[in-house]
């Protein structure tokens, strides 16, 4: 296939996908279930299955390793239930274990940078191009069309073109939302009180004004906008490409037609919303604990969330509030990231690669499967009020996150949001703009030291730097000396140089 066709397939991807989703892909608190997270309860139970092939006529259970809450009491009978369904289906189990919102980042990558066994394990473009170069996940390739046609089929093939790393296919992607919107969300109660004009909010100094009235009428302890180390302002920087590499400081602004990769952290935009955090923070808006908090709280006055119409009946339930009220900030907006926001990959050491894909064809093709997974135990956590194509949830405990899991083009809607939800998701892809830089993915195969020690630094200032703790003017020109020494100039004349080589 000639560079010119293969950049075709891969920008008109982008601008094709057909999806669904509950709440996207960049962000951990703020997505679909905000609600506090721990360890499962089996989540020491023999994470040995990952690496042992089964016996003959064993039913071998998989190990999965996803993101998500709290597990609560039904946890193991919910996935017993599951397990009870697809062993009898396609003779595959689950182990499904759950890295809380807040230990997530340290979690996966303890156990891909330890080889702990595992069959299955959520990631996104946050983590997923550096796994694939450090050897972690499988290549699908030609397995996924000879072992599950079923799903390779469903799929459309734009959106696996989407995934790929070095022409290979690494994971399953979720096929659901591909473009990015972002949404910000008021508990309505606090817009009756206050009158807040959600019409006139386009920017994040637009909320200075409201934010200050709730702060002043509801009394020193109240903080509206609650936010946790993990997650900071989330969509903070929505208008940069970042390449697919997963590090916020390196990027192209969306509508730069010159497609000039810069340090994000120096551009004045960015350096302007910084100063309103810090601001926040200081004044007592924005929660003192921030750059320390790991869970968000339960009904959080206001929220910033990638997510899609309908997004707020399941907020609704899962933080016990009466009514939110959230309205489009951003996008839609098609990057190369956002295609891989939502990915599942299988171990390179699987003994069980085919039954893991068979699983996941099964997650994505069996609304049966995909209901359980997505809402928990039936008649516990929900009911069934329209077959499988409407259910209410009566319970909010279930922890899993569902936009991590597979498809919602075969999930059932939940009372109270719109019917036609997904039919509105297809619209906003069908709307989307297109990043200037879409269809590139920075190859990092040779820049693995650069990747790393970049992230690093990054990590180690990121929780206060998003949460306003930290002064921006003092604080950004040293996070940037340190990322130069870093690398941070070699990631970035790769970029250039991998960019104008690509769109040559």
């Known amino acids: 296939m000639t560079k010119t066709k293969k950049k075709w397939l891969a920008l008109g991807a982008a601008t094709a996908l057909l999806t669904t989703a509950l709440a996207g892909c960049g962000d951990s608190n703020s997505k679909s279930e905000p609600s506090n997270s721990s360890t499962p309860s089996n989540a020491s139970t023999q994470s040995a299955e ?3 092939p089964a016996a003959s006529g064993e039913v071998p259970t998989l190990v999965w390793w ?3 809450g709290q597990v609560p009491a039904n946890f193991d009978k919910a996935i017993a239930a599951m397990n009870e369904y697809t062993a009898e289906k396609i003779g595959v189990k689950i182990d499904i274990k759950v890295a809380s919102w807040g230990d997530w980042d340290t979690k996966i990558n303890t156990i891909v940078n330890t080889g702990e066994p595992f069959d299955i394990m959520f990631t996104n473009n946050s983590k997923y191009s550096q796994q694939v170069n450090m050897g972690a996940f499988a290549d699908l390739t030609d397995l996924v ?7 390779y089929n469903f799929i459309p093939q734009k959106v696996w073109d989407g995934t790929k790393i070095g022409g290979k296919i690494y994971s399953v992607p979720t096929y659901k939302d591909s473009s990015l919107t972002q949404y910000w969300v008021f508990d309505d109660k606090y817009i009756q009180k206050y009158g807040i004009d959600t019409a006139g909010i386009k920017t994040l100094k637009d909320l200075d004004k409201p934010l200050r009235d709730m702060k002043a009428g509801e009394g020193k302890s109240f903080y509206p906008m609650s936010l946790t180390q993990g997650d900071g302002f989330n969509g903070f920087f929505n208008g940069y490409d970042d390449m697919t590499l997963g590090l916020p400081p390196i990027g192209v602004k969306v509508d730069d037609a010159s497609r000039k990769a810069v340090s994000v952290l120096e551009q004045s935009d960015v350096m302007d919303n910084l100063k309103q955090l810090h601001q926040w923070y200081k004044d007592g808006i924005i929660n003192p604990d921030a750059p320390t908090k790991t869970e968000a709280e339960r009904n ?9 119409p309908g997004a707020e009946a399941s907020w609704q339930i899962t933080s016990g509030v009466e009514k939110y009220t959230m309205f489009q900030i951003f996008g839609p907006i098609y990057t190369t990231s ?8 299988i171990s390179a050491n699987s003994k069980y690669k085919n039954e893991a894909l068979k699983y996941l064809q099964l997650v994505n093709t069996d609304p049966k499967l995909r209901n359980m997974l997505a809402f928990g135990e039936l008649g516990v956590d929900y009911s069934n009020v329209d077959g499988e194509k409407v259910i209410e949830r009566t319970s909010d405990t279930w922890p899993l996150a569902a936009y991590t899991q597979g498809t919602f ?5 939940t009372k109270g949001a719109p019917v036609d939800q997904w039919d509105q998701v297809r619209k906003l892809n069908d709307q989307a703009t297109s990043s200037t830089n879409l269809g590139f993915a920075l190859d990092i195969s040779n820049l693995g030291t650069e990747v790393a020690n970049t992230k690093a630094v990054w990590d180690k200032y990121r929780y206060e730097l998003l949460t306003g703790a930290s002064d921006p003017e003092t604080m950004v020109p040293k996070i940037v000396a340190e990322l130069k020494a870093a690398g941070l100039d070699a990631l970035m004349k790769a970029a250039q140089e991998q960019i104008d080589a690509y769109f040559s």
């Open 409 to 413: 083009f075969n999930l059932a809607v």
């Open 300 to 308: 959080r006055p206001f929220f910033s969330a990638q997510a899609f």
């Open 145 to 151: 069309q000879s072992e599950t046609p079923d799903l």
């Open 338 to 345: 956002t295609i891989q926001g939502s990915l599942n990959a």
């Open 50 to 52: 990952a690496s042992k």
């Open 66 to 68: 996803t993101i998500g």
